[in-house]
């Protein structure tokens, strides 16, 4: 049983390093994605300060 939960312990700590290992580089598609989440952001940003001027 000791055995196993070292294997399991292993396994986890393996799995983690691997996806940790692999979000680190940040390909184009992932940067285009980040530019468009801004942009919506701005957007969206610029719309609610519109609406509060036209509540004024």
Known sequence: MKIMKKLVFVLCLVAFLSVAYGCEKE???????KKMDQALDNAGDSLKEMGDKIKE
Request: aromatic share 0%.
């Open 27 to 33: 390909g184009p598609a992932e940067k285009a994605g």
